[in-house]
């Protein structure tokens, strides 16, 4: 029945606070707070509804993004919200569209690579909206080898200009958010050419429409690149195709923080890495783990509460059946999920912080943190979306057959989650440049350079020094192993950063205990998947492995009957979850039921072509009665 809390034999077996532990998963009183308040306005206005999106046409849900993300900007500008506040209602509107460049991506590029002027200048009209951005980087022919980009900027000093040009079919610009309908800026990556030399990749500002009518400018040619994965989902962004004619644009339009062009012609690399020109995508990385925790917690809500609904066999002289959440095969698969996605959290957290630090010294133009800096978001972008793809997926799983139906909400944040395994950085890439990273420490082990931070274990691998000579054979021959120590790298921060939150003072009765049991389960099913690993390098014994498994079910119990309340101090409302399967008052079946007949194609008792095709077929003067 409506207004009867199906799971509350469940909450009432909690063992810690939980309003406590909603304050630790948000970060802070006022996170929560905020995170608290706009959530509940998202819900309560019809103008974010999206529980219609699975039955538009590409172009009815694209006009609809459109529509919310004006609604979305009014409501900010009405409400006169904060930045922080802007943020978290464009997160609980969830749904991908260009504000997400703009506001992710065109201006933080704007922030990192261009200079003061050049701030001044286009940071104003990028803040009101009244130019719209996308970053323009990956090519047809070319998105993880930023260095083989074949667009081209070639500096005109006669008129104090470059000209921007797509020289081959595979230059065109794919795949940039943004792109397709609605930008009237980029940020578009090139080959510098300076009196007839070239100086790697950098960013222009390039005008592509006309701010009176929104057409394409001179010698731009610009549109969407089509459907993509799953129905709603990502279909709601803008991604495109972009060709340039030899256009156009005044000096000051590259973004010189990193490098320069002066009137004169004269070519200027300042006394920073090339690789700051990479900035906005390091900066994104490190947003995207956040993400993923996100994306996990939803995930693992839904399967969570569904399993504690859900009951099959089990049942003892017409009793009730078993609640699946019982099952320990469930357990497995689930608890470690629900596990990761409190990891990833404190990852997230940790990673913000040094990717602030990281940003604080290049203002000083302290650059010893770079190269950690870029391993840690690289690395942890790579694990972190691709256990929370295949975490949404195993949810999905978890839920049986309803886990398939568009009102479960899992597949469309599966279809919509899945890219970021690829955007950003190709995972596989990624871990290679920790690979790198990891090697280089090795070949400098021995040296007066000290391995710091996240690699100062590695002064315990002294003996990989004998054979150094030996790591230096072909990179590309070992990389399936490298790629491999790099995550156990990436795993080992993850589980340090878990270990180092549980040191901090964390208030609320029995939440540092349920966020220790987490931590267990998260380090403890990382030893069982690859015990085989630490069994064969003699890291752990098979009496050390069996105490491992036994910790293991061990832990599963603990965190049982606390499932629950662990989910509910995501703070999810049902609107932001989109799930009928993991709605808070577990009330699953008459929702499904009444869900059923909202499809349009339940309009009609007969279905469209009866008449045309299905008649006919029964009504055959020859049957087949020999099939
Ligand atoms: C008020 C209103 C508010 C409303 C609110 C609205 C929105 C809210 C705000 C934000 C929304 C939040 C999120 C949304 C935003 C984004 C997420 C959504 C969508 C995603 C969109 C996707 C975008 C993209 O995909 S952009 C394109 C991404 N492309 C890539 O990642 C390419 C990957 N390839 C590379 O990075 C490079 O090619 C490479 C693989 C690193 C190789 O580079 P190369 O130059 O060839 O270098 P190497 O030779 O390998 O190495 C040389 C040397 O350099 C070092 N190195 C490499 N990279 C870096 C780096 N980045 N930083 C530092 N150092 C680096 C490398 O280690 C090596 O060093 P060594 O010589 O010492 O070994
Ligand atoms: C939804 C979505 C949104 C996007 N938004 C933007 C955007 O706003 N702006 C933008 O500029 N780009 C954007 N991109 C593009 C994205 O950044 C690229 O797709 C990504 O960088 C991967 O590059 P690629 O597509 O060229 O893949 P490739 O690099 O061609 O990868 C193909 C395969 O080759 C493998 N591979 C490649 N190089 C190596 C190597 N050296 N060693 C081993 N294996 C290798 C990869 O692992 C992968 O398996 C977006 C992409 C998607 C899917």
């Known amino acids: 029945m409506e207004g009867v809390d199906h799971l509350a034999h469940e909450r009432n077996k909690s063992e810690f606070d939980v309003d406590a532990m909603k304050i630790v998963w948000a970060g802070s009183p006022h996170a929560f707070d905020v995170s608290d308040r706009i959530s509940k306005l998202v819900a309560s206005d019809p103008g974010f509804r999206k529980d219609n999106r699975s039955t538009l046409s590409r172009k009815e849900l694209f006009k609809n993004t459109l529509r919310k993300a004006a609604y979305a900007w009014k409501t900010i500008v009405d409400l006169r919200l904060s930045e922080e506040e802007a943020a978290k209602l464009r997160f609980y509107v969830d749904e991908p569209a260009f504000t997400d460049l703009h506001w992710g991506m065109f201006i933080p590029a704007i922030k990192g690579q261009g200079t003061e002027e050049q701030q001044q200048k286009w940071l104003p009209l990028a803040y009101k909206m009244q130019i719209i951005g996308c970053y323009a980087q990956t090519e047809l022919g070319h998105g993880s080898n930023v260095q083989g980009l074949e667009t081209t900027a070639t500096f005109d000093p006669q008129t104090d200009e470059f000209i921007i040009h797509s020289p081959t079919l595979t230059s065109s610009k794919w795949w940039p958010g943004g792109l397709g309908k609605v930008a009237t800026h980029a940020i578009a990556y090139a080959r510098l050419i300076v009196g007839g030399r070239e100086h790697g990749v950098n960013g222009f500002i390039v005008q592509l429409r006309s701010l009176e009518d929104h057409s394409p400018l001179l010698g731009i040619t610009v549109g969407d690149i089509g459907m993509k994965f799953g129905n709603g989902a990502y279909n709601t962004m803008d991604n495109g195709v972009l060709r340039f004619d030899h256009v ?13 062009v002066t009137c004169e012609g004269k070519y200027k690399q300042s006394d920073v890495p090339r690789q700051l020109v990479y900035g906005t ?94 391993a840690c978001t690289a690395g942890l972008k790579s694990l972190t979306t691709t256990a929370t793809a295949d975490g949404i997926e195993e949810c999905r799983k978890l839920c049986g057959g309803h886990g398939y139906l568009c009102s479960s909400g899992l597949p469309e944040l599966f279809a919509v989650y899945v890219p970021a395994c690829t955007y950003e950085g190709d995972n596989t890439v990624l871990l290679l440049q920790v690979a790198r990273f990891l090697m280089k420490t090795v ?66 009765k029995g939440v540092k205990q349920q966020l220790e049991v987490l931590c267990n389960i998260y380090a403890l099913f990382l030893l069982h998947k690859h015990q085989g690993d630490f069994l064969s390098t003699g890291c752990i014994t098979p009496k050390h492995a069996a105490l491992a498994n036994d910790e293991l079910r061990s832990l599963y119990s603990q965190v049982r009957p606390n499932a629950i309340a662990l989910v509910d101090a995501f703070n999810y409302t049902d609107h932001y979850l989109g799930s009928i399967l993991g709605c808070y008052d577990g009330n699953v079946y008459p929702k499904l039921y009444e869900a059923a007949w909202k499809d349009p194609l339940n309009e009609s008792v007969v279905p469209d072509g009866y008449h045309q095709y299905i008649r006919p077929l029964l009504k055959q003067e020859i049957r087949t009665a020999r099939l």
Request: glycine share 6%; with cysteine.
């Open 248 to 260: 156009r644009i005044p000096r000051n339009q590259m973004l010189m923080r990193v490098s320069q």
């Open 281 to 374: 995508m390091v900066y994104v990385r490190q947003t995207i783990v956040a993400d993923a925790s996100c994306a996990l917690s939803r995930a693992v809500c839904i399967a969570t509460r569904y399993s504690a609904v859900r009951r099959q066999f089990g049942s003892q002289n017409g009793g009730p059946e078993t609640q699946v959440i019982d099952y320990k095969t469930q357990q497995s698969r689930l608890f470690p999920l629900l596990a990761s996605a409190y990891a990833f959290r404190f990852i997230g957290e940790w990673l913000k912080w040094l990717y602030a630090d990281v940003t604080q010294r290049l203002q000083a133009n302290d650059f010893s943190t770079l190269p950690e800096a870029h």
């Open 443 to 508: 070949s400098q082990l021995g040296s007066s350079k000290k391995p710091v931070g996240t690699i100062a274990y590695m002064t315990r691998v002294e003996h990989l020094m004998q054979c150094r000579c030996g790591v230096q054979r072909g990179f590309a021959e070992l990389s399936v192993d490298l790629v491999e120590a790099a995550v156990a790298h990436c795993q080992l921060i993850v589980v340090s950063k878990f270990i180092e939150k549980l040191q901090q003072e964390i208030p609320g």
